[in-house]
């Protein structure tokens, strides 16, 4: 049987885009990453080259990984196609390194064996998917059959155009500066996103979608929810900065949760006066922090300019203190905690 050669990363991904394609599809996938959206997508897409329409039930077959043995594997890897070139198995969580011995040394010669009609594609969700170099004989078999796929997060850059095409299939366009600021506030994952601009999409009134649009509809993440109280507290904005936490515990986010994002946004607005101090601008902040969006980087550097290094320390160190406070003090109110800080925050001096 021909060599497939194992890629890695972005030239995986690359691959496969080109196998799809030319046609020339493979016999053993190892799809894993954050970004489901796309590996949904890709999934999708072999199975419409694979699988004719109205075969599904003879030569499309989804096993769990949970009760999967490799006998079952086996059998249903051996179950030759009906009316269709090809058969098309997905493995959900399976971890393929993590298997008794035997069941590996079982699965390296099944992998080696695999037919040509055969396309196996183990899909890591819930579980992550980790490479063993020391497990060769299994190792090997996934490097000379297969092509192990990670779909991460996409850059910036990506993101953007990939929303621009999206708001343009729903008759909308929408500006740069707006789809960083959607990305902010919605997070940076495909399957985030696309709910969320099929609804501003539908609210839209007009071509070009603005930030009120998204405002009105878009249901943001606590970390953009908590970033938006961060920045009133800078600006010593207490009364929407109160209103913002009091929105956050009624709807049910733990003062913990709560201390934990703040934290880390003052430690990232820190990190901007660090920048400031060393003369970096936002795109070195991005990069510290793997930022999908100039927005907040940009709003980041605005704060820092209104505090000085002593009081960003001094806050971060408060954060921490507060945070033993909350889990470590009995009988510890961790909401009457959290409030105090912001207040303790809200009325620092802006060199302290």
């Known amino acids: 049987m021909a060599k497939r050669p194992e890629k890695k990363n972005d030239d995986a991904y690359r691959q496969l885009k080109k196998d799809l394609s030319a046609g020339t599809i493979g016999s053993l996938y190892i799809f894993h990453g954050e970004e489901a959206y796309l590996r949904d997508y890709y999934l999708e897409q072999i199975k419409g080259k694979l699988i004719p329409p109205g075969m599904e039930s003879f030569n499309y077959h989804l096993l769990p990984g949970k009760s999967l043995t490799v006998q079952k594997l086996a059998e249903t ?3 030759l196609p009906m009316m269709s070139p090809r058969t098309m198995l997905v493995v959900n969580d399976y971890d393929l390194f993590k298997a008794p011995e035997g069941e590996r040394t079982l699965m390296a010669q099944l992998l080696e064996d695999l037919p040509d009609y055969c396309c196996l594609v183990f899909v890591y969700d819930t579980v992550a998917y980790k490479s063993d170099a020391r497990m060769k004989k299994l190792a090997g078999a996934i490097k ?39 990305i902010f506030l919605c997070g940076d994952l495909m399957n985030g996103l696309i709910s969320e601009i099929g609804k501003i999409g539908a609210y839209a009134k007009n071509r070009r979608v603005t930030r009120e649009d998204i405002d009105a509809v878009a249901i943001p993440v606590i970390d953009a929810v908590v970033f938006q109280m961060t920045e009133a507290l800078t600006r010593k904005q207490l009364d929407k900065a109160f209103s913002v936490l009091n929105d956050l515990l009624r709807l049910q986010q733990s003062p913990i949760m709560i201390l934990a994002v703040l934290g880390k946004h003052l430690r990232q ?49 408060r954060c921490a203190e507060t945070d033993l406070a909350m889990k470590s003090v009995s009988g510890a109110d961790a909401k009457e905690l959290l409030i105090a800080l912001m207040l303790e925050l809200s009325t620092g001096g802006s060199s302290c």
Request: proline letters at 1%; charged letters at 25%; aromatic letters at 10%.
């Open 269 to 317: 607005l820190y990190s901007a006066r660090i920048a400031l101090e060393t003369g970096q601008g936002s795109r070195w902040l991005m990069d510290l922090w793997g930022m999908r969006s100039t927005y907040p980087a940009d709003k980041l550097m605005e704060a820092a300019r209104r505090h000085g290094l002593d009081w960003c320390k001094h806050a971060m160190a």
């Open 77 to 79: 890897v051996d179950a």
């Open 144 to 182: 000379s059959r297969g092509q192990v796929v990670q779909f991460a997060r996409q850059a910036q850059n990506d993101l953007i155009d990939w929303i621009g095409r999206r708001f343009r299939a729903l008759g909308h366009e929408i500006d740069t500066a707006d789809a960083q600021y959607l």
